[in-house]
């Protein structure tokens, strides 16, 4: 009899347990890198170069799909935006340029932009697997000699799972997601042709 109802109150505690893990809120700290070559078009010329969130919030979605705040995945702009912009930089040194965060009359200016990210959960018609739908939305946008180029990087991944992902695997697939969206953006010809006009 103890035991029975030892029992049952272990599996009540380890299923609360469970829930409570599930409905933890996340903190991602996220680093995505640029992996993809990009065009050489500069010659060593000053460029402007400033990152920015133009996200509406830090929260991107939650684990449950519901609005369970205690499920909240956010994304902090103040820790996501400088490695945003050294990874800018980065990409406008590779092109030939020589990067700068100081504006100046005539220079040339490469903002990149964090347009979106959410986190979504989908249906993977699969009876058991659960799936989480992510999406990044980068967009560049150069100006030159009064021209502007505006450039919109669009990636989206599906990945199904059975038991909803840590923070740890959250982190990755974002990682990944983002490192994507930079790898388009920078591989675009157009930037570096109007940065170089």
Known sequence: MLRRQFLRLSGALLAGALLAGCASPQYLQLSPERSANVPQ????Q???????????????????????????????????????QAEAERAVRDMGFNPTTEQAQGRPMLTLELASLNYGQGNSGQPLVDEARIEGVFRAIAKNKGTTYTGTYTSRRTQGYAVKPGEDANTRMLNDLLSDGLNRAFSDPELGRLLAR
């Open 41 to 44: 078009t500069g010659s060593g």
């Open 46 to 84: 000053q460029v402007t170069v400033v990152a920015v969130d133009a996200r509406e919030r830090e929260v991107i979605g939650t684990r449950s799909g519901g609005n369970m705040s205690t499920a909240q995945i956010t994304v902090s702009s103040h820790e996501l935006i400088p490695t945003l």
